[in-house]
């Protein structure tokens, strides 16, 4: 799909406007303070700032980590797609049949052959960490509560092929590959769970079950692919993670469970009808203190656009179904992100491992910069306390440290696309991308 910004897309820069960096975590309201009144710390006041505060920030910004910590506050670590098959299965341990039946590519190999043009030789077989690279330093000095990543793969040796355009697998000997980051729950509500049929769906599953990482968004029956993964957060609550698919990112509504049919939590529409459902599942399990994510995949594969409707539906999961974040995903790039009544809307994390780097044709949209987004959030009111993301870049078919004009890049699409959602986006230490918003 084309998208409205081209390269040449002088992105806006906002007006001296003033942006609250984060509200107390009892959740309390606080009137705009002029830049030079800015007085108190990360996670525990109001930080008030523009560009021209960004130096004071940095300062602020070197306790960031540590302050995720606090007691009271649930840190949660979340990205876009992981799509672990096809190339990148091939480079791991136990690469599987590469196979392909797409028009172009017939054997997986041949992308890892692409990314090797581009980038240089890629070490063959790597170590199950390797994917991850920088991440795992991250992941290591940020100490996230929880783990959550949108998992755009079946996990399978199936060859039970779906007739549809790419097909992605991963091995089931390959699944340390996700365990090395010690993710905690994967969603797969999305359009490649299913690419190798139910075979492939079940030995998904089970092989996630095995490696004791939690899914949602897919399973046996439609009662499976609803229920939410339950995270216990020591002494702090718990996680309840929803992860629903919409047919507009790409999934055959063949695909939606049914109470005697495997298959993923397919969203009917984005009615009132629907928004009611999810918000009495939310209601049957969700206890004072507990944080709900609804993590939906939705929208095209480019395209900084946020439909109207993905809008509405977004604040109705907030206003009426008790959800706390939505954690959107399926564009292979940044979208703007919104704070909506203090709750956070990512609208499009964009990937965050693909084999995509050998693939030319929407280099504008700089697929190979991701994001690691870190949220803090209030369990008492299921409020965004903060949202910092540390910049890496896809190379090699691992994650690298963007660099400070990359993530300059990056902090830049997403002040353009936050503009009209009212969030801002600093950068701090370290290249951080810092999230400020209007309350
Ligand atoms: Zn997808």
Redesign the pocket.
Known sequence: MKHPHSAKHAYHRLERREFIVSAVATGFALALRPIWAQTTTHGAGVNIGTDETSARNDKQDAAGPQSQQAPGIVSLFLCG?VMTGRGIDQILPHPGSPVLFEGYMKNAIGYVELAEEVNGPIPKPVEFSYIWGDALAELDRRKPDIRIVNL?TAVTRSNDAEDKAVNYRMHPGNIPCITAAKIDCCTLA???VLDWGYPGLAETLKTLKQANIKTTGAGHNIQEARAPAVIAVSRKGRVLVFSFGSET??IPWSWAAAPDRPGVNLLPDLSAGTIRDIGNSIEQVKLEGDIAIASI?WGSNWGYEVPRGQREFAHRLIDEANVDIVHGH?SHHVKGIEVYKGKLILHGCGDFLNDYEGISGHETYRGDLVLMYFVSTDPSSGNLISLDMTAMQIKHFRLYRASEEDARWLKNVLKREGEKFGTSVELGADNTLMLRWVV
């Open positions: 797609d755009e999305n359009n490649h990112s790409g995949h399926s």
